[in-house]
């Protein structure tokens, strides 16, 4: 084995954590007593929202519902008491906040001993993404608890019209996450949505380190991106230039390779080439507008 191939193997080397409980990808679904499936970060995450059960806002529009479920092991059955939930939508209008103090339709939760949480909040509504196209209603939910690889997902409604035209939401891995918004007889709305944690394959804490850092174009030095850790996870920093407030997180999935979650590999994916004396690629590799591959090579700054 060469040096440069050497390095590269042992230094993004993944270990698995544990098995993945009941749930199993059959080649076309995933299958299984407590089916639980990631989605897209989405580009309006924001760290640090408070923690309340609440996120209506008086006098400001809206259908209120109430998101409820149950966060368990990945045996589908055990209770995870303390589990972090975070949830954040947009308003009646299809706006984020992005910016201000008040985390509007932003909380942060934490499941009780029996495993249990809700939100009490507004059905969101689908917001336009280009001339002719919309992406569906959706919660956001990132869940987070010890052992387990943290959760990023989206919850759709059923009856929506834009599914069906909306990479994520029509995959075949989304559809026990469109859920029913149930009508309870004193008219409220409800929501429910149960998780099995499961864990993955993740990469060790001090590899990813090696990986942090800022990424120049090879070719364009205006091209610059910033990788950082978090949760274990390594990210994309947001910045004006891709209108994240906070960044996107990349899952490993083998062979030096990362990709967002729920996004398939064809569509992006980032390679490490870990070179000699510290020397590190990353090359981007991405399917644009015109449904064409286009790869861009950048390098960490030493």
């Known amino acids: 084995m060469q040096r440069r191939d050497f390095l590269k193997t042992t230094a993004l080397s993944a270990i698995a954590v544990s098995a993945t409980g009941f749930v199993f990808f059959d080649g076309k679904r995933y299958v299984g007593d407590c089916e639980t499936t990631s989605d897209i970060l989405g580009p309006f995450y924001r760290p640090g929202s408070p923690v309340r059960s609440s996120l209506v806002i008086p006098g400001e529009p809206g259908t209120p519902v109430e998101?409820?479920?149950?966060?368990?092991?990945?045996?589908?059955?055990?209770?995870?008491?303390?589990?972090?939930?975070?949830?954040?939508?947009c308003d009646n209008e299809g706006v984020y906040d992005n910016e201000s103090a008040d985390f509007r339709y932003r909380a942060t939760a934490y499941t009780d001993r029996e495993g249990q949480y809700a939100f009490q909040t507004?059905?969101?509504?689908?917001y336009q993404v280009g001339k002719k196209s919309y992406r569906p209603a959706h919660f956001h939910l990132m869940i987070s608890a010890e052992?387990?690889?943290?959760?990023?997902?989206?919850?759709?409604?059923?009856?929506?019209?834009?599914?069906?035209?909306?990479?994520?939401?029509?995959?075949?891995?989304?559809?026990?996450?469109?859920?029913?918004?149930?009508?309870?007889?004193?008219?409220?709305?409800?929501?429910?949505?149960?998780?099995?944690?499961?864990?993955?394959?993740?990469?060790?804490?001090?590899?990813?380190?090696?990986?942090?850092?800022?990424?120049?174009?090879?070719?364009?030095?205006?091209?610059?991106?910033?990788?950082?850790?978090?949760?274990?996870?390594?990210?994309?920093?947001?910045?004006?230039?891709?209108?994240?407030?906070?960044?996107?997180?990349?899952?490993?999935?083998?062979?030096?390779?990362?990709?967002?979650?729920?996004?398939?590999?064809?569509?992006?994916?980032?390679?490490?080439?870990?070179?000699?004396?510290?020397?590190?690629?990353?090359?981007?590799t991405y399917r644009n507008a015109k449904?064409?591959?286009e790869v861009v090579v950048l390098v960490r700054e030493m």
Not at 67 to 87: F, Q, V, W
């Open 67 to 89: 998101l409820s479920g149950r966060i368990l092991h990945d045996d589908c059955s055990t209770p995870y008491p303390n589990a972090k939930i975070e949830l954040w939508h």
């Open 122 to 126: 507004i059905l969101p509504v689908p």
């Open 147 to 284: 052992g387990y690889q943290p959760l990023v997902t989206q919850l759709y409604f059923s009856g929506d019209r834009w599914i069906g035209e909306d990479e994520s939401a029509s995959s075949p891995t989304a559809k026990r996450r469109i859920l029913d918004v149930q009508t309870l007889p004193n008219g409220s709305k409800k929501v429910e949505y149960n998780v099995g944690m499961a864990a993955q394959l993740l990469v060790e804490p001090p590899v990813l380190g090696l990986l942090e850092g800022t990424y120049v174009g090879e070719k364009d030095p205006k091209n610059r991106t910033e990788l950082f850790i978090q949760d274990r996870q390594l990210w994309v920093k947001g910045d004006q230039r891709n209108g994240m407030p906070f960044g996107a997180s990349l899952e490993y999935i083998g062979d030096n390779t990362f990709k967002p979650a729920g996004v398939p590999r064809e569509t992006y994916s980032v390679y490490f080439d870990v070179l000699p004396y510290g020397v590190i690629k990353m090359r981007e």
């Open 291 to 293: 449904g064409k591959t």
